[in-house]
């Protein structure tokens, strides 16, 4: 049995979270951390890591990047793995995660999953067939409550992409600032927030006469609950080490 702790579990991804380990019987959620200590689901609730007197085998967290530090030193100190599913890191936390990985388990990704992970592969695959004979455009789109843009995941898209084509590109984000021809060797990244979408990834490689175009949209968030329960438990018994979908999906 894997006992987990949400981080940001009065949020909609830490119900989600709830929902889905609720229905599972080899993990169960045995704490949460939260602004609001208010409990609904039966388990008690922290406002901080440092508060936490519960033990469990891994914490889950759908917060925001501003806990990042007081998590890493909980799991520092307490050597508990940490699933890490919050977006929109600056450069400078990313490298703290990977110097705390050293250390503890850390799962890191920007999705969890699965569909994406696969559009991912299958783009990294067409940008080694096509290499710069084509123009490479990602467009995401998510519900207009989202603030970080762009999205983790098309980062994650574009830097997959990159590292095929010996990081040669550079990542382009508003064109209307600019008056001259397309370089090749740019990935344009474009967002649109609005209504209720959930998300969706479109990546467009547009060549001469023709254009290939591979998409994944989420319908329900509950597909990324779903992928960070099944790395919290992937993780459990892993040594220290940075870990992502990549990892779960061997």
């Keep these: 049995m894997t006992r987990i702790i949400i981080s940001g579990c009065n949020g909609k991804m830490g119900r989600q979270v709830f929902s889905c380990a609720a229905d599972r019987d080899d993990c169960e959620v045995v704490a949460g951390i939260d602004i609001s200590t208010e409990t609904e689901n039966g388990y008690p609730i922290f406002s901080k890591p440092s508060e936490i007197n519960i033990e469990a085998d891994v ?27 919050t977006t929109g890191y600056s450069k400078a936390q ?100 609005g209504g209720t979408i959930v998300g969706e990834h479109e990546v467009l490689f547009a060549g001469k006469n023709e254009t290939i175009t591979i998409t994944h949209t989420a319908q329900s968030k509950e597909i990324f609950a779903i992928g960070a329960v099944n790395a919290a438990i992937y993780l459990k018994n892993m040594p220290a080490g940075l870990y992502d979908m990549g990892d779960l999906l061997k």
């Design 59 to 85: 914490i889950i967290d759908f917060s925001n990047p501003a806990l990042l530090p007081s998590l890493l030193q909980y799991a520092q100190i307490n050597k508990m793995p940490l699933v890490l599913c």
């Design 94 to 193: 990313i490298e703290t995660i990977e110097n705390v990985s050293k250390e503890v388990p850390v799962f890191y990704s920007g999705n969890m999953s699965i569909g994406v992970n696969l559009l991912i592969e299958l783009s990294k695959k067409a940008a080694k067939a096509l290499g710069n004979s084509f123009d490479i455009e990602i467009i995401e789109k998510h519900h207009n409550q989202k603030i970080d843009a762009p999205s983790g995941t098309a980062l994650m898209i574009a830097n997959s992409i990159s590292s095929v084509m010996n990081n040669n590109m550079h990542y382009v984000y508003d064109r209307h600032s600019q008056r001259k021809k397309r370089e090749s060797t740019e990935i344009g990244i474009h967002s649109v927030r």
